[in-house]
């Protein structure tokens, strides 16, 4: 008979099969859309690991459910790597810290596959079997004490979601409420993270929760990628109404002096604006399109788009504009090196940064300190 623990996470594995069935047949139509990948990856891990759990909830041998712990921390670990990647195609995240994030998890998953049952796995010898009443419900869990991999993958799988937590806060202040629902997803997912590793523990008793915060996450990123797909399409069909108004102006003879920025609507100028003045207060730190336009619920083509037809440059050209402009400032008024400020200014090397200098003012950074002190 199957335990009643088993019952909510096969319901929920069926659900996230569902979803990432359709986002993996979304993405093999749109590829130029990673997030759509990563979040059907993602749906499938969720799916790997309520199938394993409810496996071990209705296990009674310490052999079957070593097995399935097993596959649990495998399944936990692919879902780090596929939450970070999608949350990186929302945010920014240095690709230097998704990599190591990936690698570190990777390593984990490898670890896990090979290295036999033991101290430092899981062992039969050292099983920690639950038992107790919830709701005048018996609930039991046969499992043994994570060893010294596993508890490692705990607290790097913490530190990774702390992380990936704060940086969907900080996007989460300059976007809509779609990315603020996000936040409070990831939130939940943690703390059901924390209070399975405390039940895990024997610090009290009670379910274990993780896999009801994973349908928050699915939720909240299933919401927010239509949100985003929606909003694209209404976007498309405002600048096919707005080509073709043009196109109908030429043609009856009529002139079209209203000025770049009239051409988008009150409602995208206003976005446009906001990521100026984001540009403005953090052009020194590195900045993405992708970011940007996550920033504003924008596809990042039409962000580029409508940025360009909005400034009358693109955004590495804006960008580039504004670190050279203090770069120069920094040159006449302090003795600083010329890499420092370079990298002040937000250059990741000085090469580029000399390209760019050269490519505004026609001169060399250092030509132009010389020139500047010397009048």
């Avoid at 596959?71 to 970070?84: D, E, G, K, N, V």
């Avoid at 596959?113 to 079997?129: Q, V, Y």
Wanted: proline content about 2%; glycine content about 4%.
């Amino acid at each position: 008979m199957m335990s009643i623990t088993a019952i909510p996470p096969l319901l929920m594995a069926a659900i996230a099969v569902y979803v990432a069935i359709s986002y993996f047949l979304l993405y093999y139509r749109r590829r130029n859309e990673p997030e759509y990948f990563w979040f059907a990856l993602m749906c499938g891990t969720i799916a790997l690991y309520d199938i394993f759990s409810a496996f071990l909830y209705g296990t009674d041998s310490p052999l079957k459910a070593i097995f399935f712990q097993r596959l649990q921390f495998i399944s936990l670990a692919m879902f780090i790597i596929a939450l970070t990647w999608f949350i990186a195609t929302l945010t920014h995240i240095s690709e230097y810290i998704i990599y190591a994030i990936s690698i570190c998890m990777l390593l984990f998953v490898i670890a896990g596959m090979i290295l036999p049952d033991g101290s430092l796995t899981l062992s039969a010898e050292n099983l920690n079997i639950k038992q107790f009443s919830l709701f005048g419900t018996a609930i039991t869990y046969n499992e043994a004490d994570p060893g010294i991999l596993y508890v490692a993958q705990y607290f790097a799988m913490l530190a990774g979601g702390i992380f990936l937590l704060y940086k969907t806060f900080l996007w989460s202040r300059f976007g809509d409420i779609h990315l603020k629902m996000l936040f409070l997803s990831l939130l939940i997912f943690l703390l059901t993270s924390i209070n399975d590793v405390l039940v895990g523990k024997g610090i009290y008793q009670f379910l274990y929760l993780v896999e009801y915060g994973y349908f928050f996450v699915i939720l909240s990123m299933a919401y927010i990628l239509q949100y985003r797909f929606v909003t694209l399409h209404r976007e498309i069909e405002k600048l096919s109404f707005m080509m073709n108004r043009k196109l109908q102006e030429k043609r009856s003879g009529k002139s079209s002096n209203s000025g770049t920025q009239k051409i988008l609507s009150a409602s995208n100028s206003e976005k446009i604006q906001k990521v100026i003045e984001y540009i403005h207060a953090s052009y020194c730190f590195d900045i993405s399109r992708e970011g940007l336009a996550s920033m504003i619920d924008m596809h990042p083509d039409t962000f580029s788009r409508f940025f360009k037809t909005y400034t009358g440059k693109t955004l590495p050209d804006y960008i580039n504009h504004l670190r050279i402009s203090h770069a120069k400032e920094l040159l006449s008024t302090t003795d600083e090196s010329i890499v420092s400020i370079a990298f002040q200014c937000g250059f990741e090397s000085l090469s580029t940064f000399n390209r760019a200098f050269h490519k505004i003012h026609n001169t060399t950074p250092t030509a132009c300190r010389k020139q500047n002190r010397i009048s």
